[in-house]
C-alpha cells in the first residue's frame, strides 16, 4: 500500500524551531520529487516547499525553513526555523512528480497531515 | 506567481444535481492543472490531472476540461460523497499554486 506518514508537529512559540518528518512505504521514494505543502486553519492550500534534484521554496519560508530527504530511509524532512504565527497550520507532505521526468505533475499521494501550532 | 481563482467559493446542490466548479489562472498553465477533492478532517485526494485525466478510481461522473487559462470541473450527478470541498491546482511552474476551493454543500 502507497503510504506517507508525518510526524513531528507540535506546540511551539514564536522564533521557535520544528522539525517534521515524513516517512513513505509502498512506491520507490527516491525516484519521486516530495513536497510539503500546508493548510491553515482558514483552510487554503499552501505549496511549502519541494525537492528532487535541487530545492525549491515558497517565499514565505524561504531561508527560515530547509527541506532535506534521506532516500536509504525513504524519509522527508523539513527543518523549520524562526517560526511565526502565520506558520500555524496543518503540514501535508506529498508526492509531485517523477524526478527524471517532471512533464506531470500531480500531489499524489498525500500524507494524513501533521499540526503546527505557533502561539506563545 | 500564477493565481488560481476559483468561482463560486461555495455552492449549494441536491442530489443528483449536475455542478461545475471554475478555474481560473493569471496566465496560461497549459495543460498543467490538477483538482482535488477533500472532506473533513482529512487529505485532499487527486481526482484529475492534465486538465483532464480521471486519476485510477474517480467516478466517470466527473469530468474537466479547459485550456490556457480558463478550466471547470464538472459532477454530473451528485452523490451524497461527492458533498467536500474542491481544489484547482497548477503544475505549469513553481511555485505551485492552488485555488482558494469550492466548497460543495447539501
Known amino acids: 500500500e502507497v503510504q506517507l506518514l508525518e510526524s513531528g508537529g507540535g506546540l511551539v512559540q514564536p522564533g521557535g524551531s520544528l522539525r517534521l518528518s515524513c516517512t513513505a512505504s509502498?512506491?520507490?521514494?527516491?525516484?519521486?520529487?516530495m513536497t510539503w505543502i500546508r493548510q491553515t486553519p482558514g483552510n487554503g492550500l499552501e505549496w511549502v516547499s519541494g525537492?528532487?534534484?535541487?530545492?525549491y521554496y515558497a517565499d514565505s519560508v524561504k531561508g527560515r525553513f530547509t527541506i532535506s530527504r534521506d532516500n536509504p530511509k525513504n524519509t522527508l524532512f523539513l527543518q523549520m526555523n524562526g517560526l511565526r504565527a502565520e506558520d500555524t497550520a496543518v503540514y501535508y507532505c506529498?508526492?509531485?512528480?517523477?524526478?527524471?521526468?517532471?512533464?506531470?505533475?500531480?500531489?499524489?499521494?498525500w500524507g494524513q497531515g501533521t499540526l503546527v501550532t505557533v502561539s506563545s | 506567481d500564477i493565481q488560481m481563482t476559483q468561482s463560486p467559493s461555495s455552492l449549494s446542490a441536491s442530489e443528483g444535481d449536475r455542478v461545475t466548479i471554475t478555474c481560473r489562472a493569471s496566465?496560461?498553465?497549459?495543460?498543467?492543472l490538477c483538482w482535488y477533492q477533500q472532506k473533513p478532517g482529512k487529505a485532499p485526494n487527486l481526482l484529475i490531472y492534465?486538465?483532464?485525466t480521471l486519476q485510477t478510481g474517480v467516478p466517470s461522473r466527473f469530468s474537466a476540461s479547459g485550456s490556457g487559462t480558463y478550466f471547470t470541473l464538472t459532477i454530473s450527478g451528485l452523490q451524497p460523497e461527492d458533498f467536500a470541498t474542491y481544489f484547482c491546482q497548477q503544475s505549469s511552474d513553481f511555485p505551485l499554486t492552488f485555488g482558494q476551493g469550492t466548497k460543495v454543500e447539501i
Open positions: 506529498a508526492a509531485y512528480c517523477l524526478t527524471n521526468n517532471c512533464q506531470v505533475g500531480k500531489f499524489d499521494p
Open positions: 509502498g512506491f520507490t521514494f527516491s525516484n519521486y520529487l
Open positions: 525537492i528532487g534534484r535541487t530545492t
Open positions: 492534465s486538465i483532464s
Open positions: 496566465q496560461s498553465i497549459g495543460s498543467h
